[in-house]
């Protein structure tokens, strides 16, 4: 089963920059997957990075949910996995009984929780705002 999370690209890019600061302490410093097109943007400022990063990856994924069967893809929107991981384990609980003949034992019981919004400066927010408003690739 693939499972295939769609979530606000703008707290994606967020949360890139969030994580190249707390696991380098440098915003300069490549987290997270490669695209295709690393090789193209790898030399860019990091907002630039980040946006073109995210945007690449989503347009790959995008191109490539459609050649899956769509009997082994599920797609999950973030906000909905956070408001009801419950129903959203039963999907995939279910979907992996019916499909595959697998049977998944939930074990916990899990509570709604809110949606991560990473803490970043505003004057980081504000470089990769403008970085994906002045994005050409799309």
């Known amino acids: 089963l693939f499972i295939y999370i769609e979530r606000d690209l703008k707290d994606v890019m967020y949360s890139l920059a969030k994580s190249r600061k707390d696991y380098f302490n440098d915003y300069n410093m490549w987290w997270g ?8 943007i790898k030399d860019k400022p990091f907002e630039e990075q980040i946006v073109y990063q995210v945007l690449y990856l989503d347009k ?12 082994r893809l599920l797609i999950i929107r973030y906000e909905d996995m956070c408001n009801n991981p419950e129903g959203m384990l039963s999907t995939i609980t279910d979907r992996m009984k019916i499909h595959f003949n697998h049977k998944v034992e ?10 991560s919004k990473p803490n970043l400066d505003t004057e980081i ?3 990769i705002d403008r970085a994906y408003l002045s994005c050409k690739i799309f």
């Open 106 to 115: 939930q074990v916990n019981r899990m509570e709604s929780f809110n949606p």
């Open 125 to 127: 927010k504000l470089l």
């Open 33 to 40: 997957s490669y695209p295709l097109e690393y090789n193209l």
């Open 60 to 71: 790959m994924y995008r191109e490539k949910l459609p050649e899956l069967d769509i009997r």
